[in-house]
């Protein structure tokens, strides 16, 4: 049997605002230190939710409360590979008081659910049950198999998430090819000022790929000695200068296929020329839409830690800085090699972590179905590819050879900022737009 275009029946959407109420009400924050209170309770809720629907959830554990859950569904079609769904239950930490509700109050109020994890990510985690237990109810399904993992850790390095599952529950990934996760197809107004319906047009962003992330410790050595003596074996004096090489780096404009496919939509969608060789100025002059491309046209590394010395009349015998590095898909040597030379000799450079940047296709079928999802439901809508600035646990499974996607759709009112509030104060997700999601995320799947 495939999928008719109808929706899901109505109780889905009611289905997806219960359950993302009781996950905002579920304390997952994820300090990335190990005190947090894990994600257990997040996910014994998750599997109930599961097990109702007749889905046997496994339900494993990388260390004590640090909790994921996988599972399958049947699709129609046999010979299509399976598709994984992914989403982590954790969430970043708040500060109560510099909300209007309580980060953790899960309030139905002006149309939206408020609290932390509103759009990263408990929003599509409740889209995602809502819509299998819907295909429960009604006997519809998806054409694929669907491999749901919904994960702990992801706000961290995922080494308690994703990172665990795919080491070591990978059979359960063995035989898919693409995956959807977090992070794109959420509504995005394309012209600044755009009102409730504006002139009605809305860019949906599909994330491709990401940058990849080279976070790393630097550290110098000298000579320890008294603050009073001259000399050029100070590793703070060092240190400094390496870094203050590396924050100085104007790096290169790289256009990478993906971003290049974005800019061209935009001038089209919006009518404009957009100068190649002035983009961080475009994107601002585009507003909402440039921020899609201003972080990805280069590669970056971002000094964000210091660390040297106790006492001002002490010079230290070495001196350590971390720094935030990501690069594009394609530039990892380049950027390494760059890295590199800008930090000189005398500095020992470790890798915290080093990811590849994934990157998939943005003209195949997957892309394809996911941009036609979109249309179906907001006919206005423009979907378009990009990358994401950051990462993802897209990472960890493009490393077992998946194709990741970021589509977790989302239609927000055109004054609520996705990207401000991942990670912001009063995050929030407007229900009507998790009914959408349900909707488009049950065309999606039930037609590729
Ligand atoms: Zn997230």
Same mark, same amino acid.
């Given at each position: 049997m495939t999928l008719s275009p109808q929706p899901p029946d109505g109780q889905a959407d009611t289905e997806a605002v219960r359950i993302c109420q009781d996950l905002l009400r579920i304390d997952t924050t994820n300090p990335g230190d190990g005190t947090g209170p894990g994600e257990r309770p997040a996910a014994e809720y998750v599997a109930a939710q599961l097990a109702e629907a007749g889905i046997e959830p496994l339900v494993v554990e990388a260390a004590p409360r640090r909790t994921s859950v996988l599972a399958r569904v049947a699709g129609t079609d046999p010979v299509r590979a399976p598709l994984l769904v992914h989403g982590h239950l954790d969430t970043v930490p708040f500060? $109560?008081? #510099?909300?209007?509700?309580?980060?953790?109050?899960g309030d139905l109020y002006d149309g939206c659910l408020w609290g932390?994890? $509103?759009? #990263?990510m408990k929003g599509a985690v409740a889209t995602t049950l809502a819509l299998v237990r819907s295909w429960a109810r009604t006997g519809r399904r998806p054409r694929r198999d669907i491999v749901l993992a919904f994960l702990a850790d992801e706000e961290s390095t995922?080494?308690?998430g994703a990172r665990f599952v795919a080491s070591r529950h990978r059979e359960h990934f063995a035989d898919c090819r693409e995956a959807i996760g977090e992070s794109g197809g959420f509504s995005v107004p394309a012209r600044p000022g755009a009102g409730a319906d504006g002139d009605g047009a809305r860019v949906y962003p599909v994330a491709v790929g990401e940058r990849g992330t080279a976070w790393m410790n630097l550290t110098t050595t000298g000579t320890a000695g008294h603050g009073s003596r001259s000399g050029t074996d100070n590793a703070v004096s060092t240190l400094v200068h390496a870094l203050s090489a590396l924050a100085a780096h104007s790096w290169p404009t790289r256009l990478t296929p993906p971003v290049e496919a974005l800019i061209a939509e935009l001038e089209r969608i919006l009518g404009t020329v957009i100068d190649r060789d002035r983009l961080e100025a475009e994107a601002v002059r585009l507003g909402r839409v440039g921020e899609l491309f201003a972080t990805t046209v280069r590669n970056s590394a971002t000094p964000t830690v210091l660390q040297a010395g106790r006492k001002v009349n002490v010079v230290p015998c070495s001196a350590h800085a971390q720094v935030d590095g990501r690069f594009l898909p394609g530039t990892r040597e380049e950027y390494l090699t760059t890295v590199e030379r800008l930090l000189g000799p005398g500095v020992v450079r470790e890798f915290i972590n080093l990811e590849e940047a994934p990157s998939g296709d943005h003209s195949g079928p997957a892309f394809e179905a996911m941009t036609a999802a979109l249309r179906a439901e907001d006919p206005a809508g423009h979907p378009v590819p990009y990358l994401m600035s950051g990462g993802t646990d897209a990472k960890t499974f493009a490393r077992l050879g998946i194709a990741c996607y970021g589509f977790a759709p989302l239609l927000l009112d055109p004054g609520l900022h996705y990207q401000r509030m991942f990670h912001g104060v009063d995050e929030r997700v407007p229900v009507a737009g998790l009914g959408f999601g349900v909707r488009v995320l049950d065309r999606f799947l039930g037609t590729y």
């Open positions: 500060d $109560a008081a #510099d909300w209007s509700r309580h980060p953790l109050s932390r994890g $509103a759009v #990263d995922g080494e308690f």
